[in-house]
């Protein structure tokens, strides 16, 4: 997936707020206006957050929302994927983009700090679903939603994270959620603009539950993916958000982050589509984790490193990925974003995917074991790497051995990133890993048939309900 560049449609400007420049962008951008490749991407979006979510559908924690969104009734909307009843939208984007984050799986931005997948998807699809819309106007509201989440989270996100400690995606996602919502709602600009605003209301999650391994942190995605579902509908009954919400003295920029690029936010703005720049994850872990573990497996490839010979790994990287760095996670959601434990796990099973991160690997001895001996470092130069470009995460992993050797390997970015990005047969091949053991290659087969002629599709409710009346084979 790589960036691409178009002549800048008329009804993009950059004159008044910021949030009226995005709301204008998402309510008159047409899929016909979008090249076939940045479409191509975003149907590989879906298909992949398909995969993830209905894969999801199989694990307690992501259950335990499921149940709340289904006792929590009212008016049937939307689909719960895999769950086989419908939800009012907003909570029917809340169960979806939670359980579709659970696994670690799920898209992400490098820049942005962002999962649009898992926010922008579940507003557009529950309103999809509401309005009987086509797959056309459904993609045109995915596109919408990625192109200004991308922008929100790329103006701010990396001081909100690294010097605030905020959760990038949970503080971000309810902008891309709102302007897919709006899109999907066919809200005019004023109300889109009011939509936009009304995401003042952003949950300031930290970063914090995450590195406990709180299981509050499924919700990170899951809840922004609601607010800005809600965002757009309460904008289209005359509720608005402030207009200056990003560059305002006391607005949404300054209260978030020591540094942002306001400029950047509507620079562009659909001439350069950035949803082709998304990252696709093969590891079900954290993406600070995945240059790291594709270090690890470039090392260990083949056996070629016997697990009794290690007394010691060394990981040197980046600042943040640096304070990762818990030797001893007692939850799988804290193991998935702990680099030891991460390492450790690579280099005994050889791989670090969604059948690897289980109860029986966080009590596995010999992981435990080489967890504990794995040390993080800050390394002045690799931080130094990353500061002058920070789409890049650079890892230096080194395994010292017991006959005195000591094998070293450097990445900077991660297999399915857009500088080594995974092809579409790659994706596909994910999603039926991830679906055909719960639900069978039957279901695979139609769903991936539907996913593929999305274009084709008159009403997207017909897909809503095999999403969610797909049950385990």
Not at 77 to 90: H, L, M, R, T
Request: with cysteine; aromatic share 6%; glycine share 8%.
């Amino acid at each position: 997936m790589h960036t691409m560049a178009t002549d800048r449609p008329s009804y993009v400007t950059a004159d008044g707020p910021i949030a009226e420049t995005l709301a204008r962008f998402a309510v008159n951008l047409r899929v016909g206006d979008v090249p076939l490749a940045v479409v191509a991407s975003a149907k590989l979006c879906l298909l992949d957050f398909v995969g993830v979510t209905l894969a999801g559908t199989q694990e307690a924690p992501a259950r335990a929302i499921v149940d709340f969104v289904r006792a929590y009734g009212g008016v049937a909307e939307a689909s719960v994927w895999g769950c086989a009843f419908e939800a009012p939208a907003a909570l029917a984007a809340l169960a979806n983009g939670s359980v579709g984050h659970h696994l670690e799986l799920d898209d992400g931005h490098i820049l942005g700090h962002v999962h649009p997948g898992a926010t922008v998807i579940p507003a557009a699809f529950a309103l999809a679903e509401r309005r009987r819309a086509s797959g056309r106007d459904l993609l045109t509201a995915i596109i919408a939603g990625y192109e200004v989440l991308i922008r929100v989270g790329r103006a701010m996100a990396a001081s909100a994270m690294y010097d605030r400690g905020y959760h990038g995606p949970a503080l971000f996602g309810a902008f891309g959620a709102a302007a897919a919502a709006a899109a999907m709602l066919r809200l005019d600009e004023e109300q889109a603009t009011r939509a936009v605003g009304n995401c003042c209301l952003a949950p300031a999650a930290t970063f914090q539950a995450f590195s406990e391994g709180a299981s509050v942190k499924d919700l990170y995605c899951g809840w922004p993916a609601m607010v800005g579902t809600m965002a757009a509908q309460l904008a289209a009954g005359g509720i608005g958000g402030p207009r200056r919400l990003f560059e305002g003295k006391l607005g949404f920029s300054r209260a978030v982050a020591d540094r942002s690029d306001l400029a950047g936010m509507t620079a562009d703005l659909g001439r350069a589509w950035l949803l082709p720049t998304v990252y696709v994850k093969r590891h079900s872990a954290c993406s600070f984790a995945h240059t790291m573990i594709d270090a690890v497996l470039s090392l260990s490839s083949g056996g070629a490193i016997p697990l009794e010979a290690v007394e010691q790994l060394t990981v040197r990287t980046h600042r943040f990925a640096a304070d990762l760095d818990d030797s001893n996670p007692r939850t799988l959601t804290a193991a998935k974003s702990s680099l030891p434990f991460c390492a450790a796990l690579a280099l005994v099973r050889g791989h670090a995917l969604l059948t690897d991160f289980t109860a029986d690997a966080l009590a596995d001895d010999t992981v435990r074991r080489l967890a504990s001996r794995t040390k993080i470092l800050l390394d002045p130069t690799l931080d130094a790497r990353h500061a002058a470009r920070e789409d890049r995460r650079p890892v230096r992993v080194e395994v010292a051995l017991d006959d005195g050797r000591c094998l070293a390997a450097e990445r900077d970015v991660a297999r399915g990133w857009p500088e080594d990005p995974l092809e579409p047969q790659d994706i596909a091949e994910k999603f039926r890993a991830l679906v055909e053991p719960a639900y069978g290659p039957r279901a695979v087969r139609s769903l991936l048939d539907a996913l593929a002629s999305l274009e084709d599709l008159d009403d997207v409710k017909v897909l809503g309900r095999a999403l969610a009346e797909a049950a385990p084979a």
